[in-house]
């Protein structure tokens, strides 16, 4: 069934067969899956894991009430994991946030999944659709809003805001952003990555005061 699915896609191009093809969860219960419950002889989840720089721009936005959303290309129920552990990583700061999740859903059909998609798979154009749609369902200007990527499949989710930050980027997203002047941000795994090259220099700043000195 999964070769049957990945032959249905592929003339929408390799990337779509990678994203769109989940017959593998075929039968999976949704339940089950959603609520962690851990199934005979496979190993649990790990605990997500965020860069130290990455929970200090989300705690930045959250103290500034800015709405917070995940938009990834995984399924939504591990970005939903990834969202809670977040909310969690805050919460132990101090700062109360709610984070939103737009990613990938599947198709449920008598509580377990079908293997299919619903709607779009979350990658590419998609992303920039979903981000417009949601900025205008919600009233938000786009142009004061932020997005943060790493690959240059971020790229129509970057254009579609005003304030476009490249982190940890592919060369084909640095050479993007580079061409048109959005913030280049490398965020290591250390508390405080030494800071030696053009690349890295302005890291610690917020985003105001680094899209204050993009222009």
């Known amino acids: 069934m999964w070769l049957a699915r990945a032959a249905w896609l592929a003339p929408r191009g390799i990337q ?7 017959m593998y969860l075929r039968g999976a219960s949704v339940c089950d899956s959603e609520k962690g419950h851990q199934r005979k002889g496979q190993p649990g989840l790990a605990a997500p894991r965020f860069l130290p720089e990455a929970v200090e721009q989300v705690a930045w936005h959250a103290r500034q009430g800015h ?9 939504a129920p591990l970005a939903c994991e990834m969202a809670l552990a977040m ?19 599947l198709e449920e059909s008598g509580g377990r999944w ?26 938000f200007d786009l142009a004061q809003c932020y997005a943060y990527g790493d ?22 997203l640095e050479a993007l952003a580079r061409r048109k002047s959005w913030p280049v941000l490398t965020w290591a795994t250390e508390k405080k990555p ?22």
């Not at 709405?67 to 399924?75: C, D, E, M, P």
């Not at 700043?205 to 000195?213: A, F, V």
Request: net charge positive.
């Open 16 to 22: 779509m067969m990678q994203h769109a093809n989940k």
């Open 67 to 75: 709405a917070i959303v995940l938009v990834s290309g995984t399924l």
């Open 87 to 105: 909310v969690v990583r805050l919460a132990v700061r101090g700062i109360a946030a709610s984070v939103a999740v737009c990613a990938t859903r």
């Open 114 to 139: 079908t293997g299919r998609i619903a709607g779009d798979a979350m990658f590419g154009e998609a992303k920039g659709r979903a981000v417009q749609e949601m900025t205008a369902e919600k009233g």
């Open 151 to 172: 690959s240059v499949g971020d790229r129509w989710m970057l254009e579609a805001v005003g304030r476009p930050v490249a982190v940890n980027a592919s060369w084909r």
């Open 194 to 215: 030494k800071r030696n090259s053009s690349r890295t220099q302005g890291e610690q700043r917020n985003p105001e005061e680094i899209w204050e000195n993009v222009g």
